[in-house]
């Protein structure tokens, strides 16, 4: 057999594609002195590494469960000052994977908690790791219909295994207590293996017992959350509340001017 053709036989049983495909122009990149041997090797096995992580990126991400796509280069800093930016590009740069460190943010709603949370998911989805974000209610419903079909730990795998676990809004339902050992659970075994955890939710920490009624549970929830835990303690306004508000003010200061100079105003806002 040619030694072209058994390469080509290789790179299919390796399941190779990418490098299958790319195999000829590179060939011909060697055979005309474009590229020497060692570089053409290279860049054929960097096409398939790279085809690899796009693919893994790809199917992860169908995994990941987020609700929408923002990134941290959307996030407007200026319009909520009382968060740290440089703690949240040090958090972009993932470090806290690595470290195991939770990232708790809190706050009133429409301040920007899911979108933070979101962002650094996707983040780390683009680095190649598995991640998965799940909101507390829609956590609650599915651990209660699985306990319902004989099934107390099918979630279980999904909470576990990802990189990275967003749990999305801790604080509006109280947690009974099936839904509270889960996260118990959950953040326990997440602890022991230094695995991070991604939390939001519109309650301070003192506020805690009222998602947890169960006080010996509620202890031990937090010892684990916030022994390796950064917490960004988001104040302020609404962003959508304040865009609504802006706009409004910026259309009545145009109407006045307008006004003033004697224009017509062609149009009146819509009463809302
Ligand atoms: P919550 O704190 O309730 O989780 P969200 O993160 O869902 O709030 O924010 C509500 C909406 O406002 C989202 O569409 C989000 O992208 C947007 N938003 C909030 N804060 C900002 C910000 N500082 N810059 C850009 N968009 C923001
Ligand atoms: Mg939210």
């Known amino acids: 057999?040619?030694?072209?053709?058994?390469?080509?036989?290789?790179?299919?049983?390796?399941?190779?594609?990418?490098?299958?495909?790319?195999l000829d122009n590179l060939l011909e990149s060697a055979r005309t002195n474009e590229l020497s041997i060692v570089d053409a090797m290279d860049k054929l096995l960097r096409i398939e590494t790279e085809a690899r992580q796009e693919r893994r990126v790809m199917?992860?991400?169908?995994?990941?469960?987020?609700?929408?796509?923002?990134?941290?280069?959307?996030f407007e800093f200026s319009a909520q000052p009382s968060i740290d930016r440089e703690l949240i590009e040090r958090l972009g740069t993932l470090r806290f994977i690595d470290e195991g460190t939770n990232v708790i943010f809190l706050g009133p709603p429409g301040v920007g908690k899911t979108h933070l949370a979101v962002a650094l998911l996707l983040k780390a989805l683009e680095a190649g790791n598995r991640v998965f974000f799940i909101s507390m209610s829609t956590l609650i419903r599915k651990h209660s219909d699985n306990i319902r079909k004989g099934m107390p730990s099918r979630m279980l795998t999904n909470l576990i295994k990802p990189a990275v676990l967003a749990?999305?809004?801790?604080?509006?339902?109280?947690?009974?207590?099936?839904?509270?050992?889960?996260?118990?659970?959950?953040?326990?075994?997440?602890?022991?293996?230094?695995?991070?955890?991604?939390?939001?939710?519109?309650?301070s920490w003192g506020q805690w017992g009222e998602i947890i009624p169960d006080r010996v549970m509620a202890t031990a929830i937090l010892d684990r959350?916030?022994?390796?835990?950064?917490?960004?303690?988001?104040?302020?306004d609404s962003y959508r509340l304040r865009q609504h508000r802006e706009f409004g003010l910026s259309y009545i200061n145009r109407s006045e001017k307008e006004e003033r100079n004697g224009e017509s105003v062609a149009f009146k806002p819509a009463k809302l």
């Open 59 to 74: 199917v992860n991400s169908r995994f990941a469960g987020l609700p929408y796509r923002r990134t941290l280069e959307d």
């Open 1 to 22: 057999m040619l030694a072209y053709e058994s390469l080509r036989e290789s790179l299919n049983r390796l399941q190779m594609t990418a490098a299958e495909n790319a």
């Open 167 to 203: 749990l999305d809004e801790i604080g509006y339902t109280p947690l009974d207590s099936d839904a509270a050992t889960l996260l118990f659970d959950v953040i326990d075994i997440r602890y022991r293996k230094r695995k991070p955890i991604i939390l939001t939710s519109n309650k």
């Open 225 to 236: 959350l916030l022994h390796y835990s950064v917490t960004v303690n988001i104040a302020g």
